[in-house]
């Protein structure tokens, strides 16, 4: 009984320590712990020896089952540790992999200009004033004394809208139609800029586009002067270009003023000495004038009582210069490439 009892622990002990699952070690005590094992024979078989053998070999029969019980507990233990691990492994969440991050737009390089512009003149007292795309003929040419036979009215300049009955509108070529609309809208005195997107007929190039931008400016009010028109581009200049830029002015003709100014800027980059931006020091940047009695009359102004200033300047030119684009296409394109270099600019 004894050599059972030693083979069957001996046996036990491998078949727990095989067992590769919490039902393969189940299986394997019962085939040597249960009621039918040799094991539980013997132990059956202790009643029946002399008291002397019964103790000796019950103290047998106890050693081998706390053994086996211990090799079981542990067994199963590991078992289960292995299979939690085994279920967290496939429910693992792999907290190290990088997240898929949006991507964050930015403010395209004609808008952060535009706002440039319209704080720094908000800033000053201005307001900003708007208007329709598509004008008549009076508001974009007449009101602003631009003759029947001006070179803007051709068909080579202006887009026309063709709506039946309506003979006369055209995408406006200007945001000056903005100012008649503002004068003709209320009494002076009147400080607004106008910002807008305006047409003309025009081949793309590395210069030119057939939709493009403009900011307009319009003061009138008693006692203004060529003075006031100067100091508050220079200012508008040194916000847009830097302290120290210096504004010159020089004879231009524009129908809807007068006398009429091509204003440029000192160049920031070489600082009016002459470089590859620049040429000669100055860059054009803006016209400009006072505004002419004609336009005051036809909007409704005593042209005897107030005077003003008008000025108007391309914002894809401003942005050209300020990030130093050269090809006025970019702006267009929609190149996220392009535009991205715009995340933090201003
Ligand atoms: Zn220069």
């Not at 800029?193 to 190039?205: H, K, N």
Request: glycine share 10%.
């Amino acid at each position: 009984m004894q050599l059972t009892l030693e083979t069957e622990r001996e046996r036990g002990l491998r078949l727990i320590d095989e067992a590769t699952s919490v039902e393969a070690l189940d299986a394997a005590v019962t085939a040597v712990m249960g009621r039918k094992s040799a094991f539980s024979e013997v132990q059956r078989g202790l009643g029946g020896l002399p008291a002397e053998d019964r103790r000796r070999l019950g103290l047998v029969v106890n050693e081998a089952r706390d053994a086996l019980r211990a090799a079981e507990a542990s067994r199963r233990e590991g078992l289960q540790r292995a299979g939690e691990a085994t279920l967290l492994a496939a429910d693992r969440v792999d907290m190290s992999l990088p997240g898929r991050r949006p991507r964050a737009g930015s403010l395209h390089p004609l808008t952060l200009v535009e706002d440039l512009i319209v704080d720094v003149f908000l800033r000053l007292g201005f307001r900003v004033a708007e208007g329709p795309e598509i004008e008549d003929d009076w508001h974009n040419f007449q009101a602003l004394n631009i003759p029947l036979d001006h070179p803007a009215r051709t068909m080579k300049d202006s887009l026309y809208v063709a709506i039946p009955g309506h003979p006369e509108l055209l995408l406006r070529t200007e945001t000056s139609a903005v100012q008649v609309r503002t004068m003709r809208s209320q009494p002076p005195p009147v400080y607004v800029i106008a910002p807008g997107r305006v047409y003309r007929r025009e081949t793309p190039d590395a210069t030119h586009l057939p939709v493009f931008h403009q900011v307009e400016g319009l003061v009138v009010d008693e006692g203004i002067t060529f003075a006031d028109l100067k100091g508050t581009l220079e200012a508008m200049a040194k916000e847009l270009f830097g302290e120290g830029r210096r504004v010159r002015l020089g004879p231009a003709y524009f129908p809807f003023v007068e006398p009429g100014a091509e204003i440029g800027v000192s160049c920031f980059r070489c600082d009016g000495v002459g470089c590859r931006v620049c040429g000669n020091g100055w860059i054009e940047l803006l016209g400009a004038g006072m505004v002419h009695p004609h336009v005051l009359e036809n909007c409704g102004y005593d042209a005897e009582r107030y005077t003003g200033f008008a000025f108007g300047m391309g914002i894809e030119r401003v942005a050209l210069l300020r990030y130093s684009i050269p090809d006025i296409r970019l702006l267009v394109e929609g190149d996220s490439r392009f535009l991205a270099q715009f995340g933090g600019a201003a």
